[in-house]
Every structure is written in C-alpha cells, then in structure tokens.
C-alpha cells in the first residue's frame, strides 16, 4: 500500500486556538479525521506527525524515507522560512513532498513570502485551509501512478 507522511510543525497543535481569524476553528486532530477518511477513499496510508522542534521533524523524515514512504505532505509551520536543515533534509531523500500552509502566506507579512523547503517540493499548495492538504493527498495518490 503506498504509504504517505504528514508532517506538521511548531505551532500546528494549537490550530482551533491559536489566531482563528487566521487559521480557523478547526483542530488538528480534525484534520487527521479528515485525512483518514481520504485517504481510505484512495487506499492510502497516512503517518501523522507533529513537532514544535526541528530536529524531530528531521529524524520524522528520514524514519519515513528508510521505511519506504513514497512521499508526505508537509507543513513546516515557521521552519518554512527559517530551516536549512530541514530543507536538506528533505532534499536528501527520495520522498516526494508537497508542501502545504493553511493561511495565504502572501496575504501575511513579507517575511512569509519566502520559503527555503519550496524549492525541495513538488508543489506547494497556500491559503485553500484544510482542503490543501486534501489536495496534497490526491496528488501524491495520483503521482505515485505515473
């Protein structure tokens, strides 16, 4: 069965709390039932993962690419911007990775604008909120299919 991953960073466990006006009021723990139920829909198994510390989110990382996950979808949360060592770490395996944020980050502050792990991404998907990562999921479905 073609595995995928789901890699949420810093500050993505308090989505339904943190900044709602932004994020909205859905959980995190929404957004896994959400995927599950996809992801049954297209015979795909899903691995959740979610750190506000980097160095976990990069051991996550390789622990998927050695077990053989064919891609994850990932939202790096501020990391986006800021982690060199998380963009090689997905620039260093073979997982296909599309890269997802909830908000419109070039609707936000400028330094949002910039992100060193989209030029290690498939694809990056920006201001659809949880159907982003809906999207994500069809695409890595489909990608492993051609």
Do not use: C
């Amino acid at each position: 069965m073609l595995k995928i991953g789901i890699l949420n960073g810093p500050n993505l466990n308090r989505l339904g709390i943190r900044e709602p006006e932004i994020y909205g009021y859905e959980t995190l723990n929404d957004l896994k039932h959400i995927l599950v139920d996809e992801s049954h829909r297209l015979d795909v198994d899903v691995d959740f993962f979610q750190s506000n510390h980097e160095g976990e989110m990069i051991d996550k990382i390789y622990e998927w690419a050695d077990a053989g996950f064919f891609g994850m979808i990932t939202n790096p949360g501020a990391y986006t911007h800021t982690s060199i060592a998380l963009r090689d770490a997905i620039s260093s395996t073979n997982l296909k990775n599309v890269e997802v944020h909830i908000s419109n980050v070039y609707k936000r502050e400028e330094f949002r604008h910039t992100s060193l792990t989209a030029p290690v991404s498939q694809g990056i998907i920006s201001g659809l909120g949880f159907y982003g990562y809906v999207a994500a999921l069809h695409y890595l479905a489909q990608a492993n299919h051609k």
